[in-house]
């Protein structure tokens, strides 16, 4: 199985794609989105564009988004919702089932804690994916959140089978 895992964030937006058989997890590719500065509209457009074609070359076949985690700042999480958004609908518009997880569910996965930093998660995707060059934080996220829903979905496909 494909997965592919999102970060979503308007400015950057992680991705990372792993193959999974069985229990066996590896690396296939990772990167970063760059939504930029301008319009929100011509961002959120970037972005679009970007992870349609990563879905076009890698072609997963499951993807999984971080949960929106809400803050003080409503506007801001608002925005990010909003990438948010187009990280769910270009996979599904592919036709590619996607998941959910909630920021301390891919950390508890991981890592093992659920306020694990960016370091931590890093360093454990390095752990679980051996000879992984990582883009930026944001990519080693994007990775974990893979790992995450490679970890979950196994009992899902379990019982289908």
């Given amino acids: 199985m494909r997965v592919l895992g999102i970060d979503p964030g308007l400015r950057t937006l992680g991705w990372g794609v792993i193959d999974v058989d069985g229990s066996r997890l590896s690396h296939v590719a990772n990167g970063l989105c760059q939504g930029g500065a301008g319009a929100l ?35 801001g999480t608002l925005k990010l919702g909003q ?40 360093h454990m995707v390095g752990i679980q994916l051996p000879g992984v060059k990582l883009a930026g934080p944001d990519a080693a996220d994007a990775l974990a959140i893979a790992i995450c829903h490679a970890h979950h979905a196994r009992p899902a496909r379990r019982v289908v089978a």
Avoid at 47 to 74: H, K, M, S
Avoid at 85 to 102: C, H, K, Q, T
Wanted: net charge positive; hydrophobic share 50%; aromatic share 6%.
């Fill in 41 to 75: 509209a011509d961002r959120l457009l970037r972005l679009f564009d970007d992870l349609t074609e990563i879905v076009a070359r890698y072609a997963p076949e499951t993807a999984a988004v971080e949960a929106t985690f809400v803050n003080r700042d409503g506007a």
């Fill in 83 to 122: 990438a948010r958004g187009v990280a769910m609908l270009v996979p599904a518009r592919a036709g590619i089932a996607v998941g959910e997880y909630a920021p301390n569910t891919v950390k508890k996965t991981v890592v093992g804690v659920g306020h694990a930093d960016k370091r931590q998660i890093a």
